[in-house]
C-alpha cells in the first residue's frame, strides 16, 4: 500500500492526501478495475514510444506524418510539444512534416540546449534533407529563445529558416493588442 | 426640460429613464455648473476638428502629427479610429502619419466606400507624397474587407501597400490561437 501511495504521488498534482484517496479507492474496485488499470499503465509504456525522425508520440515508428508519401518532406515544422501538431493539423493548410523537442530553452529550469532533443532535426538538415525549417514556438520569453538558438545552429547550413508571424489575432480588433503584439505586427507587415 | 431630455436621449446607452434623472441633476445644480457644462459641450465642438490632412481629432489644424517635421510623412498608417492611433504609438516603433477612415466597410449597416474619408489619402497618394500606405484596419471580417478595398484603390499609384501582421499575439502559447490565426502566422512566416 504505501509503494503505491509513493507512485502515485509522483503524478503531477498529486500529494499524500490525494494519493491516499486513490489507493484506498484501487484497495476497494474489483480485480478486474485494478488488473485494468495496471494494464493501462504497462501497455501506454509498451504501445508507445516517440518517433525515431521526428519525436512525435506514436504507436508506430516512424509516426503517421513522417511515413506518410503524401507530405512534403523537405518542409519542417518545429514545435514545442505533441499536442502543438495538432493546433497547426487543425488548419489544414500545413502539408510538411513535423519536429518535437519537447520543451524549450529554460535556464531557470536547467533545461539547456542539451536538453531539448534537437540532434535529428539538425542531422535531417545537415544532410541536405530539407529545404525550409519553420520555426513555431510559441511567441513566449522561452519560445522565442528556443526559436533563436536553433536559427543559430541552423545558420550555415543549407535550409530555410523561418519563423512563424506574431501579431494581431485574426478576429480580433487592433484596439486590444498590447503594444508589442503591435509592435510586432507592424514590423512584420507584409506588401500586398 | 423635454427639450433637454430629448437631447440626453441622443448619448449612446441612455434611454427615457437616465435622461429624466440627468435632467432632473441639471436641474437641481447651480446656475454656474449648468452654464460649465453647455459651455463645455459648446466649447468641445468649437474647439475640436478633423485634420484636414488625414482625419485625426484635433484641436489645431493639421493635427500634431501631421504638423511634426520630425516624422517621415511619406509613410502613412492607415486607421479604422482616432483611438486606434494611440495604439500604434504605444508601441513607440512608429515614425510615420497617419490617416483615419473614420469606420469600416459594412455593406449591412449601409457603409460603403462613399461614407469612408479615404479621399484625402488617394489625393496624397495620387500627387506622389507617399512611398508606402500600411493597411492598420484590424484583422476583423470588416476590417479586412476595407483594407482589400483600399489595396484595389490604391493599385497602380506609386505607393507600396502593405498590410500589418496576423498572427500569434507575443507573449501567448500557440496551443491558444484559433485555426485562422495559426493558418495566418504560418502563411505570414519570415525568413530569419
Known sequence: MARL?????????????????????????????????????????????LCSVCNNVTD????????????????VCVVEEPTNITSIERTRGFEGVYHVLHGTLSPLHGIGP????????????????VDEVILATSPTLEGEATASWLATALRGLSAKVTRIATG?????????????????????????
Chains 1, 2 share one sequence.
Open 60 to 75: 508506430i515508428d516512424p509516426c503517421n506524418y513522417c511515413s506518410n508519401p503524401a507530405r512534403n518532406h523537405r518542409l
Open 168 to 192: 494581431v489575432p485574426a478576429g480580433s480588433d487592433i484596439e486590444y493588442a498590447d503594444e508589442v503584439t503591435m509592435a510586432r505586427a507592424l514590423e512584420g507587415r507584409r506588401e500586398l
Open 5 to 49: 501511495i509513493e507512485e502515485l504521488k509522483k503524478l503531477p498534482g498529486v500529494g499524500s492526501k490525494s494519493a491516499q484517496r486513490f489507493a484506498f479507492h484501487i484497495l476497494r474496485s474489483s480485480d478486474e478495475d485494478a488488473l485494468a488499470l495496471a494494464e493501462a499503465v504497462r501497455g501506454l509504456k509498451a504501445s508507445l514510444r
Open 114 to 129: 542539451d536538453q531539448l532533443r534537437s540532434a535529428t532535426l539538425l542531422a535531417r538538415v545537415e544532410r541536405g534533407e
